[in-house]
């Protein structure tokens, strides 16, 4: 089995746009443009994940939302960008890679104007719900592509780049929504946060065309469909009670959903397990979870996006609303962990070449020390916690999180054959969108439930001691991965 799983077999692929997009060798090779195309490709849904977070107060200012809906507008759309993105993926391996990326790109586009234009608050709702889902077709194609398409030591690279890009996307989305929010460009006011991603999904999507090559897997298996409407029921029994409970009161169905999501998900591992001894092709199939660096790396993936994701957003909130600040200071306060993240992504793929793991091991370290460092600073003088004092933690933090995020995509997908690089790529990414999701959720509803009570010192102090023990636990985990990321 672990043989059969290992060996990676030539990929059946459609001409590509360019003479340069195959090697010598016949498969397919994604050169330095087609990355920077596949990149932009993954940039925009990854900055869309928070990007509406600093436009929320203006938003219901504007169409009367209120807290439950507005929580849908975050919601709607990490819910259903993570429930179907391995069926994404899948949808790759099938159908060809660059194709499902330039219809991901084009739906990308038409959701984003759909989100600019809304009328009202569920309009807005339903746009960001279909716009999760064009995210979920575009992602894994990214992944997909580059693990199928580059070789070695340039695969390495390439994975390492997009972690940096994915956590880039994250800190810049929040800058750069409040900027766009306080400008109010031609009075689209809260609307430009969705409007500047249609030219881009477009230029994404004619670079598409030219740069990127076809790859898929040799033999087109069926959609799981057992497995996908399992795996969607699991993660939305999980995730729309966090995400929703607190707004609506926790109602009775949203204890019946997480008392369900047990059952689901022990369902969905029996049914993929079954059909991968039928000889079926499974959503997930099991032993890709058994390769060592696939298995460990999603171990460590859930605390970091969880606790990454946790973090972005109660620091929004706390600027917003303990602090009083204005969307654009409430985005340039996290400059500084844009800066150490981008810093440490830069050197990252560097230091890993002649350190391996041990990289991630150092940047749970300085993540702890950052976190640490902000939980003291805002104990120490509540009243005068600012974004200038903040600088030094949100900065350590930042560093941490680089050298852990530009790494982690490599260590993950760096043993899984090219011909499962869309099943695995869906895996990761449904992975990472779900834990940044679970994050906002829990964290998320923790604050806002104790600060009130607490005041949003103590409140914001207790959050960060608890991804502060979310770094003790990915410090653990890296210390057990192969000192060679691959």
Same mark, same amino acid.
């Given at each position: 089995?672990t043989?059969? /799983?290992?060996?990676?077999r030539? /990929?059946?692929?459609?001409?590509p746009?360019?003479?340069?997009a195959?090697s010598s060798a016949g498969?397919?090779?994604?050169?330095?443009?087609?990355?920077?195309t596949?990149l932009l490709?993954?940039?925009l849904p990854?900055?869309d994940?928070?990007?509406v977070?600093?436009?929320?107060?203006?938003?219901?200012?504007d169409?009367?939302?209120?807290p439950?809906v507005?929580?849908l507008?975050?919601a709607?759309?990490?819910?259903a960008?993570?429930?179907?993105?391995?069926l994404?993926?899948?949808l790759?391996?099938?159908?060809g890679?660059?194709r499902?990326f330039?219809?991901g790109? =084009?739906?990308?586009a038409v959701t984003s104007l759909?989100?600019g234009?809304?009328?009202d608050?569920?309009?807005?709702v339903a746009a960001?719900a279909?716009?999760g889902?064009?995210? =979920?077709l575009?992602?894994?194609?990214v992944l997909?592509?580059?693990?199928?398409?580059?070789?070695?030591?340039r695969r390495?690279r390439?994975?390492s780049?997009y972690?940096?890009?994915?956590g880039?996307?994250v800190?810049?989305g929040?800058?750069l929504?409040?900027?766009?929010?306080?400008a109010?460009?031609f009075?689209?006011?809260?609307?430009?946060?969705?409007?500047?991603?249609?030219p881009?999904?477009?230029?994404?999507?004619?670079l598409?065309?030219?740069?990127v090559?076809?790859s898929?897997?040799?033999?087109?298996?069926?959609?799981d469909i057992?497995?996908?409407?399992l795996?969607?029921?699991?993660?939305?029994?999980?995730?729309?009670? /966090?995400?929703?409970?607190?707004?609506?009161?926790?109602?009775?169905?949203s204890?019946?959903?997480?008392?369900?999501?047990?059952?689901?998900?022990?369902?969905?591992?029996l049914?993929?397990?079954r059909?991968?001894?039928?000889?079926?092709?499974?959503?997930?199939?099991?032993t890709?979870?058994r390769?060592?660096?696939?298995?460990r790396g999603?171990?460590?993936?859930?605390?970091?996006?969880?606790?990454f994701g946790?973090f972005?957003?109660?620091?929004?909130v706390?600027l917003?609303?303990g602090?009083?600040?204005?969307?654009v200071?409430?985005g340039?306060?996290l400059?500084?962990m844009?800066v150490?993240?981008?810093?440490?992504?830069?050197?990252?793929p560097r230091?890993?070449?002649?350190f391996?793991?041990?990289?991630?091991t150092?940047g749970?370290?300085?993540q702890?020390?950052g976190?640490a460092?902000?939980a003291?600073?805002?104990?120490?003088?509540?009243?005068?916690?600012?974004?200038?004092?903040?600088?030094?933690?949100?900065?350590l933090?930042?560093?941490g999180?680089?050298?852990?995020?530009?790494?982690?995509?490599?260590?993950?997908?760096?043993?899984?054959?090219?011909?499962?690089?869309?099943?695995?790529?869906g895996?990761l990414?449904?992975?990472?969108?779900?834990?940044l999701?679970?994050g906002?959720?829990?964290?998320g509803s923790?604050?806002l439930a104790?600060?009130?009570?607490?005041?949003?010192?103590?409140?914001?102090?207790l959050?960060?001691?608890?991804q502060?023990?979310?770094?003790?636990?990915?410090?653990y985990?890296t210390?057990?991965?192969?000192r060679?990321?691959?």
């Open positions: 089995m043989q059969q /799983l290992t060996a990676t030539p /990929l059946a692929t459609a001409s746009a360019t003479p340069s195959r498969s397919p090779s994604l050169g330095t443009a087609g990355l920077v596949v490709g993954a940039f990854m900055l994940f928070f990007i977070n600093v436009a929320l107060p203006t938003i219901d200012h169409l009367a939302a209120g439950a507005l929580e507008v975050a709607g759309y990490g819910i960008f993570a429930v179907l993105l391995v994404g993926g899948r790759g391996d099938i159908f890679r660059r499902l330039f219809a790109a =084009a739906a990308f759909a989100c234009l809304a009328p608050a569920w309009s807005l960001r279909a716009q889902a064009s995210a =979920a575009l992602i894994p194609q997909g592509t580059i693990t199928a398409a580059t070789h070695g030591a390495g390439a994975l780049v972690g940096a890009v994915g880039i996307s800190v810049i929040q800058v929504g409040g900027m766009l929010v306080a109010d460009l009075g689209s006011g809260w609307r430009s946060v969705f409007l500047l991603n249609v881009f999904a477009l230029l994404a999507l004619v598409a065309l030219r740069f090559p076809e898929r897997a040799e033999q087109a298996a069926r959609i057992t497995g996908t409407v795996l969607t029921a699991t993660l939305l029994s999980l995730l729309v009670p /966090l995400m929703e409970g607190r707004a609506a009161g926790w109602p009775l169905w204890w019946v959903l997480l008392a369900l999501f047990p059952v689901l998900a022990t369902a969905f591992a049914v993929e397990r059909a991968e001894r039928r000889g079926d092709t499974p959503l997930v199939p099991p890709l979870l390769i060592p660096e696939m298995r999603l171990g460590i993936a859930l605390p970091y996006f969880g606790g946790g972005m957003f109660v620091i929004a706390s917003q609303q602090l009083h600040l204005g969307p200071a409430a340039w306060a400059v500084p844009a150490g993240y981008f810093t440490a992504s830069l050197a990252g230091l890993i070449g002649r391996g793991s041990r990289v991630l150092a749970a370290a300085v702890a020390t976190l460092t902000l003291l600073t805002v104990l120490a003088d509540p009243d005068g916690f600012s974004p200038l004092r903040m600088a030094p933690g949100v900065a933090a930042g560093i999180q680089g050298l852990i995020g530009t790494p982690l995509f490599r260590v993950v997908l760096s043993k899984v054959p090219a011909d499962r690089a869309g099943v695995g790529s895996v990414a449904t992975s990472q969108q779900s834990s999701a679970l906002v959720a829990t964290l923790l604050y104790l600060s009130p009570a607490l005041g949003m010192a103590h409140a914001l102090a959050c960060l001691g608890i502060l023990l979310g770094s003790f636990t990915i410090f985990l210390t057990r991965l192969p060679s990321t691959g």
